[in-house]
Structures are given as C-alpha cells and as structure tokens.
Antibody
Framework: EVQLVESGGGLVQPGGSLRLSCAAS???????????MLWVRQAPGKGLEWVSY????????YYAESVRGRFTISRDNAKNSLYLQMSSLRAEDTALYYC?????????????WGQGTLVTVSS | EIVLTQSPDFQSVAPKETVTITCRAS??????LHWYQQKPDQSPKLLIK???QSFSGVPSRFSGSGSGTDFTLTISSLEAEDAATYYC?????????FGQGTKVEIK
C-alpha cells in the first residue's frame, strides 16, 4: 500500500521560507522513481487547491498561478522523496499541505494522499 | 482557468436515500474529472476517476457519470459513514482546479 508522509511544516513569518518533504513508500510493480507526484493544499476551513506537479523524470513541472515564482517542486528518486521549497511566504499560504501520487505509472491524478503538514504564515 | 461549480453546497439526506451531486466545468474537459471524499480531520480519498471509473476499494454505491462540462456523482442508498464533503477535480486543462465542495449531512 502506498504511504506518503509529509514533514517540514511549521510557523514562519511573512516573507520567510520553508521546505516541505514527503517520504514515499509502498509503490507496487514500479518504484517511486516512475511516478509523477503532486502537492495540494487546503487552507483552514476551506476547500482544496492544487499547488504543483512534477513528472517522474523531474524534467516537467507545473505550478498554480498563486505560487509560481515563489515555490519550487523537486524530487530525489534515490531517497524516494518529494519536496516543496517555499519562499516569500504570505499569510494566504497558510494551509495544510498534502503530498499526493497517482496509482499508475504515467498518470497525473492525485489518487493517494498523505496526512498533510501544516504551514502557518504569521508574525 | 477552468472553474468547477458544484451544486448543491450542502445536502441533508436520510439514510438509504440517493444523493446526487453535480459538477459543472466552465469549459469542456472531456472525461478528465475526478471525485473525492473528505471526512473531518482526514485527507481526501479518491472515489471516481475520469468521470466514471471507480477507484479500487470504493463501495459500489458510489458512481459517476458525465463528460464535457457536466458531471454527476451519485451515492445510492446513503450510509451514515458517507457523511463528508465531496470535491470534484479536473486535470483536463492547466491549472488543474477543484470544485468548492459539497457537504453531505446524514439526517
């Protein structure tokens, strides 16, 4: 069974930076290195917002307009890990950040989700 | 950006009744529409992908239909454990977007 465990969240001041990590395990038939990955966030009491996507080779990345230029998605396939480097953080970035993966190689849908890591941007 | 509009925002339904949630896209997305269930203090769980494909392990009372701009999630014979917020999500066009959510309460 796929397991995604996020970490790295916390309290940060506006304008600050934070790096989120997601440790992945349990992919069947193929390793983590063959799966595209995503980040999705959810502000307190609000709905879901897609944040970013990275393909399995790390050669293709996409971002929501709200984070483009401030956030960078990356991965280390040797460590089965996904990252989200966040900078120039704003109050509106406060949210629970989920790591998500498809259940099929080559797919782009968030089929499996971690439990999330909370980022709070406040002075 | 494709806007997904769900209706209704809230629905209170008795057990064993049928729930229908609609999701309308502002532009055609083919069948690239997926449905998620989120219970309080839990992460979202995939129910239906590509409009009508049931995800592994999802009870058969959950079904999806539609294509283009109009999609429907149907929960047949509602059970108490189905109390949750349901979201639609499109991956047909970047940026990928979610609907605002539909909260289902059990009467």
């Amino acid at each position: 069974e796929v397991q995604l465990v996020e970490s790295g969240g916390g309290l940060v001041q506006p304008g600050g930076s934070l790096r989120l990590s997601c440790a992945a395990s349990g992919f069947t038939f193929s390793s983590f290195s063959r799966y595209n990955m995503l980040w999705v966030r959810q502000a307190p009491g609000k709905g879901l917002e897609w944040v970013s996507y990275i393909d399995w080779t790390a050669s293709t990345t996409y971002y929501a307009e709200s984070v483009r230029g401030r956030f960078t998605i990356s991965r280390d396939n040797a460590k089965n890990s996904l990252y989200l480097q966040m900078s120039s953080l704003r109050a509106e970035d406060t949210a629970l950040y989920y790591c998500a993966s498809p259940n099929t190689v080559g797919a782009t849908t968030p089929d499996y989700w971690g439990q999330g890591t909370l980022v709070t941007v406040s002075s | 950006e494709i806007v997904l509009t769900q209706s209704p925002d809230f629905q209170s339904v008795a057990p064993k009744e049928t729930v229908t949630i609609t999701c309308r896209a502002s532009q055609s997305i083919g069948a690239a529409l997926h449905w998620y269930q989120q219970k309080p203090d839990q992460s979202p769980k995939l129910l239906i992908k590509y409009a009508s494909q049931s995800f592994s392990g999802v009870p058969s009372r959950f079904s999806g239909s539609g294509s283009g701009t109009d999609f429907t999630l149907t929960i047949s014979s509602l059970e108490a454990e189905d109390a949750a917020t349901y979201y639609c999500h499109q991956t047909g066009s970047l940026p990928w977007t979610f609907g605002q959510g539909t909260k289902v309460e059990i009467k």
